[in-house]
């Protein structure tokens, strides 16, 4: 078996990464980010605000999140495309800083990862939810980069949305996932760091599948 942990600030191309070790070492990928987009869709939908009371509890408790040839499914519905805007981007931040979601999305990622070979993403897997992964990276690139990666994808994807707007979301975004009480985004002390910004996404894929290919 062998985990791989990635971690790094939105935008900074990690589920893009992960998604192509994946293939190639023929492991299973597991978007933690994607998890917490998820969830906070559903807390939308519900108008159950970020906050830890009973309502989230009882939310939480009725929630089931999975992957599936590469799709995600939020209570037995694929939400692959509605939970890729900057509306859920930010609603995954907020309620990613709360306890009581974390414990309960750390519990599930956890328990993937007992029994498989995985790659998984996000902003504590490194620290927190596979704190002795065979291998760790913390990726990152400019928030001036970032912001014009997600530009592209959302455009191409037809949705009207402007470069300022997103970069304006990602710098908020970086502040509150390095600054919150609850597990803040930071670079494990084991973890390789791969600044991106002048990185194709086939250059991190061929360091990460090579540095895996000695363990394997």
């Not at 930010?90 to 995985?118: F, T």
């Not at 928030?143 to 908020?172: C, H, N, P």
């Amino acid at each position: 078996m062998i985990r791989i942990a990635i971690d790094g600030p939105s935008g900074a191309g990690k589920s893009t990464v992960a998604k192509a070790v994946a293939g190639r070492l023929g492991i299973d990928y597991i978007d933690t980010g994607a998890m917490y987009r998820a969830l906070g869709y559903k807390m939308k939908l519900k108008g159950v605000e970020p906050v830890e009371d009973e309502r989230l509890a009882e939310l939480l408790e009725s929630t089931d999140i999975d992957f599936r040839a590469g799709d995600i499914y939020l209570d037995g519905e694929i939400v692959n495309d509605k939970i890729r805007t900057p509306e859920m981007s930010m609603a995954a931040s907020a309620c990613s800083a709360l306890a009581m979601v974390r414990r309960k999305l750390v519990e599930l990622q956890q328990n993937m990862a007992a029994s498989k070979s995985v790659i998984m993403d996000g902003r504590d897997i490194g620290t927190v939810v596979l704190p002795d992964a065979e291998l760790k990276y913390f990726i990152t690139a400019s928030a001036e980069e970032r912001a014009s990666r997600r530009y592209k994808e959302l455009m191409e994807k037809g949705q009207d949305v402007s470069y300022d707007s997103i970069l304006s979301d990602i710098i908020e975004r970086d502040h509150n996932d390095s600054t919150r009480e609850v597990t803040p985004l930071r670079q494990a002390d084991d973890a390789v760091l791969l600044d991106t910004t002048l990185m194709t996404a086939e250059e991190v894929v061929n360091r990460i599948c090579t540095d895996a290919g000695k363990m394997l």
